[in-house]
């Protein structure tokens, strides 16, 4: 089965910064959108940033400017890049991909298990 893998979470202060990463691995014959959603306790999970294969990307208007999403196709991987956080960034991220398995399958959604990441001030 196809999995995606978070890393990068964790604790920061306020005005810090954070990496967060996401490697998919297993039966992939193409990936289109990588994002990453955010759920935090008492909200429900919103849009973070979304990346396409050809690099247009989208952000939540709570982290334009402050964060920046990326991506590695050669790795089948997804970034994060978190600056000025603040406490509010407070969440668990989730990370997102739309997958093709096989060239006769559809196109199904792939989520990660999550990555705890707690800002503090």
């Known amino acids: 089965q196809v999995q995606l893998v978070e890393s990068g979470g964790g604790l920061a202060q306020a005005g810090g910064s954070l990496r967060l990463s996401c490697a998919a691995s297993?039966?992939?014959?193409?990936?289109?959108?990588m994002g990453w959603y955010r759920q935090a306790p008492g909200k429900q999970r919103e849009l973070v940033a979304v990346?396409?294969?050809?690099?247009?990307?989208n952000y939540a208007d709570s982290v334009k400017g402050r964060f920046t999403i990326s991506r590695d196709n050669a790795k089948n991987t997804v970034y994060l890049q978190m600056n000025s956080l603040k406490p509010e960034d407070t969440a668990i991220y989730y990370c997102?991909?739309?997958?093709?398995?096989?060239?006769?399958?559809?196109?199904?959604?792939?989520w990660g298990q999550g990555t705890q990441v707690t800002v503090s001030s």
């Open positions: 997102h991909a739309n997958i093709r398995k096989r060239l006769w399958d559809p196109v199904n959604d792939y």
């Open positions: 990346i396409i294969s050809g690099g247009s990307t």
């Open positions: 297993g039966s992939i014959f193409s990936i289109n959108d």
